[in-house]
């Protein structure tokens, strides 16, 4: 199972592919971020917060926690609305733990 750091960074290069013209340049440039951190988040050497990751759902217009999500999977698996006021770490963590626990049952 994917971390959500992998799940995020998947997701933040498949932005930057379909409404970036996969270029990364373009997407720090109006993210007004430097290329050299964009380029670490898409390589998976800087991991993308939960802070930076709200940012960019925000700055790309897709909804709260998008980035959360593995979109690339066969069937990916969408967390249950929580109020983002309600939102945490530990939350984020049990949600993630009951996933991988259905995953594995046989």
Known sequence: M?????IRRDNLNEIIRKDFDNTQLRFAERFKKSANLVNRWSKGTKNIGASVARE???FTRKERFWLDVDHLSDSPILPKIID???WSVEKQAAFTL???MESIRI
């Open 2 to 6: 994917k971390s959500i750091y992998d």
């Open 56 to 58: 960019i759902e925000a």
């Open 84 to 86: 983002p006021q309600e």
């Open 98 to 100: 009951g996933v991988w």
